[in-house]
């Protein structure tokens, strides 16, 4: 009695549990006896050639029946009766579906931000605040129109928001190597952090900085001292600080104003802001040559610059723009490559 219910408990462990491996070792036998018991009805013309057998057992066993081969013994009928239709049945329906439980495993784990993201020069977004998440995926996805894969990366209970659109990894902290691997942060060409809570976004931040050095750092703070802190320890970074009071104070003052700079940052609609750099390899010109230029050619209107000192707001035409400037606009659309070229060659 003990030794059958050892069997039984044995068989039930390792037989009747169909792990990959024992679905493998019963395909593997399923093939040989089938062989070997077609081997002893005379089935010749079926067992003669390897390529043939297979092909046969695959057609018989999946029930489509070309035809082409067929047993020519009363053996050889009752063996694909009796075992090589039955037997194959059961293990194509095994093995499709472990299939389709692998498939849809493996789709649940990328939605639930289980699995490596396979993307590179990304912009990886650190940060889930709801309707503002959203909204600020749906701008990267216009201003970038597919250059860029974005990927969402969160510490919130929540699936993939934008299934298909995006990618996203689900971590418990944004400073565990092993988990922010999967988002790999090392290869995102931008870096956004986005929390709820400063010191969050601060530990992100650094975080990331001393992975990816290289990247573009963007990181948002309702507290400013924590925005300069990061700045002292990450020269590179950009801290984008609340601006809720500013444009209150501003609307207060100017009626009407608050509407403007929301239409100014949109970046799916109307004239919005962009910036670009003069060619290091052209000769110095001056604010009002850019300023026509761009105006007449392009339909954008030049607004600010830098050439090292920090952002000019709406330079005088007289002054000199050196080589390597950045130059920020305003225009219906980004655009992506101005011809400087013809400019120069114009005055």
């Not at 002893?40 to 018989?60: C, H, K, P, R």
């Not at 081969?69 to 049945?89: E, T």
């Not at 109307?270 to 339909?299: D, H, L, R, W």
């Not at 707001?313 to 992506?336: C, M, T």
């Amino acid at each position: 009695m003990a030794v059958w219910l050892f069997m039984k408990k044995w068989f039930r462990s390792h037989v009747f549990r169909l792990s990959n491996r024992n679905l493998l070792i019963l395909s593997l036998l399923y093939v040989v006896i089938s062989w070997l018991l077609l081997k002893a009805s005379g089935e010749q013309s079926l067992t003669n050639e390897f390529s043939t057998f297979i092909y046969y057992l695959m057609v018989t066993a999946s029930t489509v029946g070309y035809g082409d081969y067929s047993p020519s013994s009363d053996a050889g009928k009752w063996v694909i009766v009796l075992f090589v239709i039955p037997g194959g049945l059961s293990l194509f329906a095994a093995l499709l579906g472990r299939i389709a439980s692998g498939a849809i495993e493996y789709w649940r784990a990328g939605i639930l931000g289980k699995r490596r993201v396979r993307v590179e020069n990304h912009i990886l977004l650190l940060g889930w605040n709801g309707q503002r998440t959203t909204h600020l995926i749906r701008m990267l996805q216009h201003e970038e129109e597919g250059k860029r894969p974005i990927v969402l990366c969160s510490r919130s209970d929540i699936e993939n928001p934008l299934p298909g659109e995006i990618n996203f990894v689900k971590v418990t902290s944004y400073t565990d190597s092993q988990q922010m691997k999967l988002a790999k942060v090392s290869q995102a060409s931008c870096i956004i952090v986005d929390n709820l809570e400063d010191d969050i976004t601060l530990s992100a931040s650094l975080y990331c900085a001393n992975i990816n050095p290289d990247a573009h750092l963007l990181a948002y703070f309702k507290d400013d001292a924590l925005g300069h802190l990061l700045s002292q320890h990450c020269p590179k970074a950009e801290c984008i600080p609340a601006v809720g009071a500013e444009m209150l104070a501003k609307a207060a003052v100017d009626p009407g104003s608050s509407a403007l700079h929301q239409e100014l940052l949109a970046s799916t609609r109307g004239m919005t802001q962009y910036s670009t750099c003069y060619p290091a390899n052209e000769s110095e010109t001056s604010v009002e040559s850019i300023f026509t230029f761009i105006k007449k050619k392009y339909q954008a209107t030049l607004i600010a610059m830098d050439i090292g000192n920090g952002i000019e707001l709406n330079p005088d035409l007289e002054r000199k723009v050196p080589a390597g400037s950045k130059l920020f606009y305003i225009a219906d659309e980004r655009i992506d490559s101005f011809d400087w070229t013809s400019m120069n060659k114009e005055k």
